[in-house]
């Protein structure tokens, strides 16, 4: 094969980092290469951070970052669920390129569980924190997150430079901003119809995976009547007196409750 002398170009036999000792691999997107992997790239003036791009003999791609160079000789320690991505076994042979990915500045993501919004109380600080073992993100990948002891696999559903939609971005010092789709085991909402993803800036928008709660103004209730009373009821009639004028007093009117009326009717109208 072909190289040319500015490309870095390798097939090594895929192991995961189990063989190693090193399940850290697997929190991130990072991959352990042989040390002459590093002379090589040193040779041929690779610029950092340097970037690589993934193939399986399935043409099966994806990208990711060095993590160390001291692997054995003709081997290359990758996370599991990379591994997964590229349908590669223990042992089989994958392809190694050396890539360069623009810095990424938009990147919508998919849940997989809604349990990673319900269970996470700030998702938004477990991701700044775990995507700092990754140096780049690539559309169609399906990454593994483990917090708590627990795995969440989150799907890149688009990645964007400041050029626009890109295949895969570089994630190393540069700001991105975070969407989240609706995680694939959430129902859309009966109350409304499934909200469109949000184009707002601002990093991390939540809008599109909580379900709308509607709240609605309650009803009073309606008031009781008093109820007629029927049967003997002694000491009740009309009374006169010697002069042979009615003794029933005279009732007093009850005070007007107009203002009180208005008051709540008003309080009744606030939103």
Not at 53 to 66: D, E, F, M, Q, V
Not at 167 to 190: G, L, Q
Not at 233 to 256: E, H, I, M, N
Request: hydrophobic share 35%; charged share 25%.
């Amino acid at each position: 094969m072909y190289v040319q002398p500015d490309n870095f170009v390798r097939q090594y036999k895929v192991y995961s980092g189990v063989y190693i000792e090193k399940p850290d691999l697997d929190k991130g997107g990072k991959v352990i290469l042989p040390a002459s992997a590093l002379q090589e790239l040193s040779r041929l003036n690779i610029v950092w951070p340097m970037m690589f791009r993934l193939t399986s003999k399935a043409n099966i791609s994806t990208h990711c970052g060095p993590l160390e160079f001291s692997a054995p000789e003709g081997h290359i320690y990758v996370p599991f669920w990379m591994m997964e991505h590229l349908r590669v076994t223990q042992g089989q042979i994958i392809t190694i390129q050396n890539a360069s990915l623009p810095k990424g500045c938009f990147v919508k993501i998919r849940p997989q569980s809604k349990d990673f919004i319900e269970e996470i109380s700030n998702p938004r600080s477990v991701l700044e924190l775990v995507l700092r073992n990754f140096a780049c993100l690539t559309k169609g990948d399906t990454i593994l997150i483990q917090y708590n002891d627990r795995n969440y696999s989150i799907d890149i559903m688009e990645v964007k430079s400041k050029r626009g939609i890109e295949e895969a971005v570089s994630i190393v010092e540069t700001d991105v901003e975070v969407d989240f789709d609706r995680p694939v085991d959430m129902p859309d909402s009966p109350v409304r119809p499934p909200p469109v993803t949000s184009t707002t800036a601002g990093p991390l928008s939540f809008s599109n995976t909580h379900l709308s709660n509607t709240t609605q103004t309650p009803k009073p209730a309606p008031e009781k009547q008093p109820e007629k009373e029927t049967g003997f009821k002694p000491f009740t009639g009309t009374g006169r007196t010697l002069s042979g004028k009615d003794a029933t007093p005279t009732p007093k009117a009850a005070p007007s409750n107009s203002s009180s009326n208005l008051s709540l009717s008003k309080v009744r109208d606030v939103p």
